[in-house]
């Protein structure tokens, strides 16, 4: 079992760096907090509309 240290750091928003992370961005996949989340809506033009889980810069 290796336990690698620098895998700590993905562990925290990208944003911010403060908190923990909440969830992936849709956009740019990195880290954000629950702090930091835009959430945004997705249309496909047929019905359906998919939560988008946004950074602050998408
Ligand atoms: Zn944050
Ligand atoms: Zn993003």
Known sequence: M????????ERLC???RQRE???LC?????PV???CLK???YGT??????PLHLC???
């Open 2 to 9: 290796n336990l690698i240290e620098e895998k700590r750091d």
């Open 14 to 16: 990208g944003v911010c």
């Open 21 to 23: 992370l909440f969830i």
């Open 26 to 30: 849709d956009g740019c996949k990195i």
């Open 33 to 35: 907090c629950i702090e």
């Open 39 to 41: 959430y945004g809506m």
């Open 45 to 50: 033009g047929c019905g359906n509309i998919q």
């Open 56 to 58: 602050r810069d998408c």
